[in-house]
């Protein structure tokens, strides 16, 4: 199945999933989350896979249900529909999602297990790799990328509050983001060139993230 755009309910289907989180919206609306929103999503992947998966792995689409075990907000669907290409949580990631909000594409380190933190950090902490990541951010932000991530509030322990880059070191995650507003590009075969181009603008963070932080070590909770 070649990617043709996702389908034209599939924008419809997360604001009535927003609107009504619930089993019965969920059961009556099943196939067209399953037509117009899953199966482009993964013809997405497949075909982005070929470029983008060497050194980071296969394409999976992110599970609609939430883990709901440790929240307050106990709605079991995620209100959004996530890809990604990735060889482990933190050394680097191509995301997309389409929601209610649009198309999102993404890269970076989401989620930093302990021992990638502290490649992270040494990394950073060399003025070689730390300057080389703080141009790649640089640049992403002039092409008009958000970058975010959670960070601490003071200084990470070890560290000097004056080092020039400890803005980047205190960053417990650290990712980029971009966005469009949902318009007639998602519904079509262009879909995929704006996927793709945005994935080669965040591949030398990816790359970065890969050869400085890696895959997690520790066993998975």
Known sequence: MSFEGFGEYAIDFYDGLVADNSKTYWNA?????????????????????????DGFGKGKVFRPYRDVRFSKDKSPYKTHCGGVIEQGRGGGACYVEVGPAGLRVGGGCFHLATDQLAAFRRAVDTELHGQRLAGILDDLRVAGWTIAGEALRTKPRGFAADHPRIELLRHKSLYAVHTWDPDDTLHEPACLDRVRAAWRQVRPFNEWARDHVGVSELPRR
């Open 29 to 53: 609306n099943v196939q067209v989350y399953r037509d117009d929103v899953r199966a482009p999503m993964e013809a997405l992947l497949a075909e982005l896979e070929p470029e983008f998966g």
